[in-house]
């Protein structure tokens, strides 16, 4: 008989495993970025990121006002404390300046997502 701790290691080797399969990566495309002459060193920036099936973002912050909009699909978004959502075509979601964004992701696994995000940053 095998021991508790033989299948936790079997389980962790396996996880890791799983953990090292790279996901697909969201596509950021630049649409506009220009300085903002009234808030020196910061400029606003407009772009589209889109998501194929099963990409997802990796855990970042943006350290900016980020405003994001849903162009098509589904996407979950979700902050660092608060629960996960999941927004569609028309919808909008905020990141302040100090949020870790931890869930980016398409919500299907068969179509594409798109957002376009607009942020003050610098």
Do not use: C, W
Not at 50 to 71: I, K, M, N, T
Not at 84 to 91: D, H, I, P, S
Not at 101 to 112: I, K, P, T, Y
């Amino acid at each position: 008989m095998r021991k508790p701790h033989s299948y936790f290691r079997a389980y962790l080797v396996a996880l890791l495993m799983l953990a090292a399969v790279p996901t697909k990566a969201a596509d950021v495309k630049e649409l506009f970025a220009i300085d903002l002459p009234d808030y020196p060193g910061k400029e606003g920036r407009v772009i589209e990121v889109s998501y194929p099936p099963g990409a997802q973002d990796v855990v970042h912050r943006h350290d900016a006002d980020a405003f994001v909009y849903v162009l098509e699909g589904q996407i979950i978004m979700q902050l660092k404390g608060k629960p996960a959502v999941t927004l569609k075509a028309g919808q909008t979601f905020y990141e302040g300046p100090t949020d870790v964004h931890v869930v980016g992701r398409n919500a299907r696994q068969h179509r594409a997502g798109q957002v376009r995000r607009s942020a003050a940053e610098g």
